[in-house]
């Protein structure tokens, strides 16, 4: 049984940095991609990020190029974003969510983690 959860989330002031993880267990796929999604208050959920497990390929929305990263810990099973230079606007839910077969379709959810950036 999958199991996806985040961590990390918090309150943090404009310009600032914070780290969210999401630790997964029960993966038993052989090619696979993760990614992060967030959902503000009144807004439909959007892509944030994702990478291709085995690869390393990384994918970003434009409004976090430059100032987000995702990366994997193999050994850990567990994906990360580092987020710096953050705004107002990148206040919301931020969910991890796994592509089991490459086909473009993030199937398993976690449970959202809230980052809320204060001016």
């Known amino acids: 049984q999958v199991q996806l959860v985040e961590s990390g989330g918090g309150l943090v002031q404009a310009g600032g940095s914070l780290i969210l993880s999401c630790a997964a267990s029960?993966?038993?796929?052989?090619?696979?991609?993760m990614g992060w999604f967030r959902q503000a208050p009144g807004k439909e959920r959007e892509f944030v990020s994702a990478i291709t497990w085995s690869s390393g390929m990384t994918y970003y929305a434009d409004s976090v190029k430059g100032r987000f990263t995702v990366s994997r810990d193999n050994a850990k099973n567990t994906l990360y974003l580092q987020m710096n230079s953050l705004n107002a606007e990148d206040t919301a839910v931020y969910y991890c969510?796994?592509?089991?077969?490459?086909?473009?379709?993030?199937?398993?959810w976690g449970q959202g983690t809230q980052v809320t950036v204060s001016h």
């Open positions: 029960g993966l038993t796929f052989s090619r696979y991609r």
């Open positions: 969510a796994l592509d089991p077969v490459l086909r473009g379709e993030y199937i398993y």
